[in-house]
């Protein structure tokens, strides 16, 4: 392979990140827009009535039943989020390995990315669903917002060799 091919495979590989990375972000996105909208709605009240604000009891400021859905949410984010870097990072190895073969490494930082986003994904998109079933945006959205930063983060990590650092073992942030 030439150094122009190899340079377009290299800038293909950085779009194709780009557009996974979005596209991940803009599903977590979508859902808890649409679940600040549609969730977080007063109540319908019967003609001629002025709804009543609800009254939220709970530890953390939502309803109780919702309470522990938000307990095991968070405890997805605060646990998925750490491990999808520690899970990428391991993949150093299948890189070591394809380097040692002759191949530049990319398709395994490729596959390395997608499973530490996909990781983060996860309960990103569990806090949305929260903030459809509570009706809250507060505490649900800390979680899609933990996950939401961890796919950003995963996306700012390169997935192929460039000048600035031609030596990419591992995952640096920058591109």
Partial sequence: M???QAQDAAAKARMMQLILGGAFSMGVVMLCVVGAVVGTGQPNAPAGTTPQ???VPGL????PQHEL???IAGG????????SFVMRGMLTKAVDRAEQAGDDGTGARMTGFLLGAAFCEGPALFGGVLI???????????????GLFGIIAHT??????????????RYNVGS
Avoid: H, Y
Avoid at 60 to 63: A, S
Avoid at 76 to 83: C, D, E, I, Q, R
Avoid at 157 to 168: A, S, W
């Fill in 60 to 63: 953390l400021g939502i309803d």
């Fill in 69 to 71: 859905l938000f307990l």
């Fill in 53 to 55: 604000p609800v009254q």
């Fill in 76 to 83: 997805m984010a605060l646990t998925a989020v750490p491990f």
């Fill in 156 to 169: 700012a990590m390169p997935v192929v060799k460039t000048e600035r650092d031609p030596n990419l073992t």
């Fill in 132 to 146: 459809l079933l509570s009706g809250q945006l507060m505490p649900p959205v800390l979680v899609a917002g933990l």
């Fill in 2 to 4: 030439d150094e122009q």
